[in-house]
């Protein structure tokens, strides 16, 4: 899809409903739901914490959406495919603060460069007990991305066409950190397998795609 294409779709995005846990759950394994309609998240404290979902026109104005693969560490998240995006730190005003900066932290892309399209649906992830607050944005005139060295491995620039063919949604059987070898809704772009939080607000951003098409 031409960038001035997606551009006029993001308009019409900003006025649709979020579709919310119905969307996460067509990415979720039965497991999870049922996890979640047994707890009350407030109960836990959860950390809280911002990403972007970053779309972009590339050299021949095909649009993109970025997601990074995060460097082996010790962590939860080790060497996943995700948003750019982390932590809330004291001096944030607010989540969307959060996502901003850290986006020019993790891959170099100054906060007023994005245009910010929509707040969309927390999504809980129980093992790090992190509540994750998404954001859509456009940046309309990128420059190269400057990758943070220490914290990111590589940068995942995907296609939105293939994101959107439902040929690379799929399933796969993981091990979890609530349990062994069970079938995970997926998505399959450049090659990685994206799943957990990040397949869940992905899910979310197609279906307003779908829509508003």
Excluded at 45 to 59: E, H, I
Excluded at 115 to 124: A, D, G, M
Excluded at 135 to 161: A, H, T
């Amino acid at each position: 899809m031409k960038f001035d294409e997606f551009s006029q779709l993001a308009l019409k995005i900003k006025n649709l409903p979020l579709p919310g846990e119905t969307s996460h759950h067509k990415m979720s394994p039965e497991l999870r739901i049922q996890w979640l309609k047994a707890h009350k998240i407030e109960d836990f404290q959860p950390k809280r914490a911002g990403v972007m979902a970053l779309f972009y026109p590339d050299a021949g104005n095909e649009t993109r959406l970025l997601l990074i693969l995060r460097k082996v560490y010790e962590g939860i998240h080790s060497n996943q495919i995700g948003f750019p995006g982390g932590k809330e730190e004291q001096e944030d005003k607010d989540l969307l603060q959060t996502a901003l900066r850290e986006t020019h932290e993790e891959v170099g892309v100054p906060p007023q460069a994005i245009e910010v399209i929509k707040e969309l649906s927390e999504v809980y992830i129980p093992p790090s007990n992190f509540l994750v607050s998404p954001f859509m944005g456009i940046y309309s005139n990128p420059r190269p991305f400057v990758k943070e060295e220490s914290e990111v491995e590589q940068l995942v620039e995907v296609f939105l066409r293939d994101f959107l063919d439902d040929s690379n949604h799929i399933e796969e059987i993981l091990s979890t950190s609530y349990a062994t070898d069970i079938n995970v809704p997926a998505y399959r772009l450049n090659g990685y397998t994206v799943w957990g939080a990040t397949a869940m607000m992905l899910s979310e951003i197609k279906e307003l795609l779908l829509k508003a098409l």
